[in-house]
């Protein structure tokens, strides 16, 4: 009875958690324990037990369990033929070894939980040659002297863990020749020295976890030629270095359970190519970047749990693994995102554990990029049962070939508790329930709040890392928007084709028509603010959509705003940057410098750039991130009672092509400038900042037909009036117009909110949480404060 290596393997990996990793779990289905009919000592019971070799060998054991008695002694008489011998939970805190060595059968000996504080007291007098396995967990062991288990030559297992081991000699270990399986996991070792695994070219299993250990020495288990499982858990290791694990060859397990890694140590793991399951959980690592699992070809089973900041797994995160059959990613609470192209190459993965995360969806390419997929489980997500979302549909419904293709083998975990969060109509529905018809066919970017929080505080001359993803079908086209109105990004695709591209630092730019004094105001905050304007060198936009900002100053604090854009809509999200001053740090209280907002209609002109007979493009500038701007526009006639169309302007956007109007007619349009919905630090000024920017335009003429028709007297004297009142408004528009529209024409306009839907005119998602209050601004025309 001999059960196979990865039976060895897969029960190592099992009990990674547990301090004692006994084939426990299988003893149920064996038989019980026997009578053994032999002179027991008093109060401990004496019987036939099941009992496997550390290489995992069956063995009918003959047993004394002398377990939790108060002894201060060995008890007396042991069996001779005594095989096992349990003394733990005792108050054991030394033994007379003498009295075992006439036991030659004796060949487990368990003194976890006792008083031992010296290891000579165990070790020093007779030889035990039969003993392979020594339990000595939960002692008060603090110190290991050269050769302390000398007298122990065929030892096999030898568990210290739970002790107060601060200190092991180089040579601790010497004349373990034997030693298949040791765990020093849980005591107070500081460092890891090379030299103590010199001795032990046998060993397989090592667990160290548990230790303070913050570094690893490079090479230090080269001596470890046999090592097959190595278990690294709850040591506070910040990083790994590039040959920490240099020489372990035979390596197929390996776990970095809860340490504070920031990235996957790729590096380091490309040393052991043998390497079949390893553990990543509960680290501080935020993202899984593109060829940070790459080429691992034996990789079987990979964890990426409980992982608190983990925003974000990138393009190409997993490539070309083709063993990997069961992936799992749970329990990460921040985790939004998993690129479409995430995963390449993985032909054989099987079960796709994704539960218990933020994700709104699992993109049909990466169910598609997986041709062995056989289970996923998405329950705890709050999922958005929309386009992305087709491949997971109620299977009966699915009409196209393609389509059966995808949801043709893929089983849901707990399909009970896999639930649609969004969209409303759908809300708590079952996703395997829901037909594809009912999914809607358009998916609008959404920034998952979870990916991006509403504050950031960050030391000054530190650096600043923002990570926003979004998921969308057709691919978003993110941006970011800094304070002062930098849009860093790709190019605007609105009102570009016309007027010459936006400079990537095109808030810096002075335009024609801007006036220069009013400028001259701003642009020294500004100077101050930017670094000259490269934000090549100083921001960094990652193509997954993070920025990157080095050296920040006290100046760059201010709202922060990231946009996701897609043919069909845009979704935006702020963050609001704060940064802690060096100089100040004593104060209290006053070392966070929060820019509040500028008034920003100071230095806000709005232009009328280009009329057409159906459109006009209007341009502005604006040294400040206002993500909450609206544009309204008004035809305007001599009876007045004509609607008010609003549209919000995505952050960062310096202009906008109206389209859809009326040839011949005079528009009134306004620039609402606005600060964040939340941004507490507006205060008095946002008011200031509210006050909208209006201009009059007249849209081209259309071109009279050739030749020319007679004009009737009734429509020449309409033109006439049209004509006047032109002149009228004109005159208007030339006076106070442009500051502020009169109360009274704010009445005489009977004002009706309509949306635009027009190619151009985007449409902003409006976040269903506080949809009331969206819609609310929505309302807010031109000439209420609302
Ligand atoms: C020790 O074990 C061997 C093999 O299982 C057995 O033959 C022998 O009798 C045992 N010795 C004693 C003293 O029980
Ligand atoms: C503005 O929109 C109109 C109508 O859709 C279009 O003809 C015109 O080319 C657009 N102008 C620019 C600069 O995009
Ligand atoms: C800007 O305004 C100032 C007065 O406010 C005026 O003297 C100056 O000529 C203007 N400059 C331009 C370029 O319009
Ligand atoms: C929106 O308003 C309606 C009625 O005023 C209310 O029943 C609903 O709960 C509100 N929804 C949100 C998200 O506030």
Not at 481 to 495: D, F, K, M
Not at 595 to 600: D, I, L, R, Y
């Amino acid at each position: 009875m001999r059960p196979t290596l990865i039976f060895l393997q897969t029960q190592f990996f099992l009990c990674v958690f547990v301090s004692v990793c006994v084939p426990a779990v299988v003893v149920g289905s064996l038989p019980h324990a026997l009578p053994w009919h032999v002179s027991c000592p008093v109060r401990c019971v004496c019987q036939i037990k099941p009992w496997f070799s550390p290489d995992s060998v069956y063995h009918e054991a003959p047993t004394v369990d002398c377990n939790d008695l108060l002894l201060t002694k060995l008890p007396v008489p042991i069996p001779l033929n005594t095989h096992t011998l349990r003394l733990q939970s005792n108050l054991l805190s030394e033994i007379n070894t003498a009295a075992l060595h006439g036991l030659p059968n004796l060949t487990d000996l368990d003194l976890s939980q006792n008083r031992f504080s010296h290891i000579r007291t165990i070790t020093k007098s007779s030889p035990l040659p039969s003993l392979l396995s020594l339990h000595l967990e939960e002692n008060h062991l603090g110190h290991l002297p050269d050769a302390s288990f000398s007298s122990l030559p065929n030892l096999q297992e030898l568990f210290l863990s739970h002790n107060n081991l601060h200190s092991i000699t180089p040579g601790a270990f010497a004349g373990l020749d034997s030693l298949l399986r040791l765990h020093i996991n849980n005591n107070r070792l500081t460092t890891v020295d090379p030299r103590w695994f010199k001795a032990l070219p046998s060993l397989e299993v090592l667990m160290l976890g548990g230790n303070p250990v913050e570094a690893l020495p490079e090479r230090g288990f080269q001596a470890l030629r046999s090592l097959r499982s190595l278990v690294l858990g709850g040591m506070g290791l910040r990083g790994l270095a590039e040959k920490a694990l240099e020489g372990l060859e035979g390596l197929e397990s390996l776990s970095f359970y809860d340490n504070k890694l920031t990235k996957v140590p790729t590096q380091a793991l490309r040393r052991v190519p043998g390497l079949k399951f390893l553990d990543l959980n509960k680290n501080r690592i935020k993202l899984i970047e593109t060829g940070d699992f790459k080429d691992m070809v034996h990789l079987k089973e990979l964890g990426l749990n409980n992982m608190e900041e983990l925003v974000s797994i990138e393009r190409g995160a997993l490539e070309n693994l083709p063993e990997l059959t069961k992936l799992e990613i749970t329990n990460n609470p921040r985790l939004s995102y998993i690129h479409p192209q995430a995963f390449l190459r993985l032909s054989r993965l099987e079960s796709l554990m994704l539960n218990s995360n933020s994700l709104s969806a699992l993109h049909q390419h990466i169910v598609l990029s997986l041709p062995s997929l056989q289970e996923v489980s998405l329950h705890s997500n709050p999922l958005r049962c929309d386009c992305l979302f087709h491949w997971a549909a109620d299977e009966a419904s699915h009409s196209h070939i393609e389509e059966t293709q995808t949801s043709r083998t893929v089983r849901f975990i707990q399909p009970q508790a896999t639930l649609c969060s969004e969209p409303p109509e759908l809300r708590a529905r079952k996703v395997r329930e829901v037909s594809s018809r009912e999914m809607s066919a358009s998916c609008l970017p959404m920034i998952p709040s979870s990916s991006l929080p509403s504050y950031v505080g960050v030391r000054e001359g530190g650096k600043l890392v923002l990570h926003c993803r979004a998921l969308a079908d057709p691919q978003p086209e993110l941006y970011w928007v800094t304070p002062s109105g930098l849009r860093l990004g790709p190019v605007p695709n609105v009102a570009s084709k016309g007027s010459p591209a936006p400079d990537p630092c095109h808030s810096m730019t002075v335009s024609e028509g801007f006036n220069q004094t009013t400028a001259s105001s701003i642009s020294t905050s500004y100077t101050q603010a930017d670094t000259p304007c490269n934000p090549s060198k100083h921001y960094q936009l990652l193509p997954e959509g993070t920025l990157e900002m080095n050296k920040v100053t006290l100046a760059e604090a201010g709202l922060y705003t990231c946009v996701a854009e897609n043919a069909l809509g845009a979704d935006t999200r702020s963050v609001t940057v704060g940064v802690h001053g060096r100089e100040k740090k004593r104060k209290k209280g006053v070392d966070v410098n929060v820019k509040g907002a500028q008034p920003a209609s100071a230095f806000t002109r709005l232009e009328v750039r280009e009329v057409g007979q159906h459109y006009a493009i209007l341009s502005w500038q604006s040294g400040h991130n206002l993500p909450s701007t609206r544009l309204s526009w008004q035809a305007i006639y001599s009876n007045a009672h004509t609607p008010t169309y609003t549209t919000r302007i995505l952050a960062g956007t310096q202009s906008f092509n109206l389209t859809h109007l009326q040839a011949e007619t005079f528009y009134r349009v306004c620039l609402h400038l606005g600060i964040s919905e939340g941004d507490k630090h507006a205060g008095k000024r946002s008011r200031e900042s509210r006050k909208p920017q209006c201009v009059s335009l007249r849209t081209k003429d259309i071109p009279e037909p050739q030749p020319s028709l007679q004009i009737s007297p009734e429509l020449t004297s309409t033109a006439v009036t049209l004509l006047l009142l032109a002149l009228i408004l004109m005159l208007l528009a030339g006076q106070g117009w442009d500051t502020e529209p009169s109360e009274e024409a704010g009445k005489q306009h009977i004002t009706i909110l309509q949306e635009i839907k027009s190619p151009t005119a985007l449409i902003i998602n409006q976040k269903r949480s506080n949809g009331n209050q969206s819609k609310e601004n929505e309302k807010c025309v031109l000439d209420q404060d609302c």
